[in-house]
């Protein structure tokens, strides 16, 4: 039987990384988990409750650089000997690549969830160059990624083009009684109508776009209310969109630092927004088929995953790169347009379906497999 190990870094909650878990020993394979920088996580504590074996290490060097948290991994790996490294995130390629490198373990894979960089740094570009090299196999989540590790001269049969996969019955069938209680937290005065973001507080997500957007629709809907989740106010860009929001009174939008149930909390909305600057950005994009597979009607930018299944006024309305405007007008044809919405909304969902649980789960244990 063969011997799995993951190695994960700087993770709090993760349903992906939850589902593979089970998913995988279903399977039959033995699969056990480094996390790095996560100790008190969700997902520690769920590895924990469902009896995977489980290691921590801290790596707390900016870039990881160091040697100590590899030597650590290496006294690991012979200790458990896996047949298969499978690494997911910054940290934990570098030390899981090299520490596995060392060792010679068969198969060193790690999972590129990262797009095309807005802007990259030579130290950036090495690092990459590095990890491209120490990896037996690398998994492309989508064409736009599996493109990008060609053009930095990465071999195609290196390359193994894997979807994400997601629970979409769990997503289409929200808790009734946790969908009440989140709108009590989040939307307590019934603000209506609601549009929603779920974005990184980073310039490529084009967040500022939509508080454009959202300051002209309040002028129409003043009792609307703009929820934005997953801020940091400590994001390098986090200044300018905050100085945007200063425009707007403070009780028409809210900051969520961080909401664990994504089953659920996209049903608190009525028109989900997500827009990043341009179609390499996003590497796969998970907020794309979350969005629809809860059956909230989106305004989108195409990139990433979006490049292949979106369709304007088929599955969502798709509008043009740094455009609050457009922003603001599909807003507006979301809230008013009933039959565009149910359209969009019933397509939206069975557009997704390719990108269920089962179907990810057997390709990963395909390329498991292939030694």
């Known amino acids: 039987m ?3 190990l993951y190695i994960i870094s700087d993770i709090d909650r993760s349903v992906f990384f939850e589902h593979t878990a089970i998913g995988i020993r279903e399977k039959g394979f033995n699969i056990s988990f480094v996390l790095i920088n996560s100790k008190n996580s969700h997902l520690s504590k769920f590895l924990v409750a469902n009896n995977f074996n489980l290691y921590h290490i801290e790596a707390n060097e900016k870039l990881v ?5 590899i030597i650590t991994l290496i006294k690991l790996l012979r ?3 896996p047949n298969i490294v499978h690494c997911h995130l910054a940290k934990a390629n570098w030390i899981g690549l090299w520490a596995s490198h060392i060792l010679n373990i068969e198969k060193r894979i790690f999972t590129r969830h990262s797009g095309w960089p807005f802007k990259q740094s030579k130290k950036e570009i090495l690092v990459d160059k590095i990890q491209n090299y120490l990896a037996t196999d690398i998994v492309a989540i989508s ?6 590790l060609v053009n930095q001269g990465v071999a195609t049969s290196k390359i193994h083009l894997i979807y994400h996969g997601f629970d979409l019955e769990r997503m289409a069938e929200p808790d009734v009684e946790v969908v009440r209680s989140l709108k009590n937290k ?3 005065s019934s603000k209506y109508p609601v549009i929603g973001i779920i974005a990184r507080w980073e310039e490529p997500k084009g967040i500022q776009y939509t ?9 129409e809907y003043p009792n609307a209310l703009l929820l934005l989740f997953n801020v940091n106010d400590n994001m390098a860009y986090s200044k300018e969109l905050n100085n945007l929001l200063a425009d707007i009174p403070d009780y028409s939008y809210k900051k969520i630092f961080f909401e664990s149930n994504i089953y659920d909390l996209y049903n608190l909305f009525d028109v989900y927004v ?5 179609e ?3 590497a796969f994009g998970q907020t794309y088929v979350e969005a629809l597979a809860a059956g909230i009607p989106s305004v989108f930018t195409l990139s990433g995953i979006a490049n292949e299944f979106i369709v304007n006024e088929l599955n969502a309305l798709v509008v043009n790169y740094h455009s609050g405007d457009d922003i603001y007008k599909a807003i507006g044809r979301l809230v008013n347009e009933e039959v565009l919405r149910e359209k969009i909304v019933m397509n939206g969902k069975n557009d997704v379906k390719r990108f269920n649980l089962n179907t990810f789960i057997n390709n990963i244990i395909s390329l498991y497999n292939l030694i």
């Open 2 to 4: 063969k011997e799995i």
């Open 65 to 69: 650089f160091s040697w100590k948290p």
């Open 79 to 81: 200790k458990l000997k």
């Open 143 to 148: 064409e736009n990624t599996k493109q990008l």
């Open 186 to 188: 989040y939307n307590h």
């Open 211 to 219: 508080i454009k957007a959202f300051k002209m629709f309040l002028k």
């Open 274 to 278: 997500h827009v990043p600057l341009n």
């Open 280 to 282: 390499k950005y996003e």
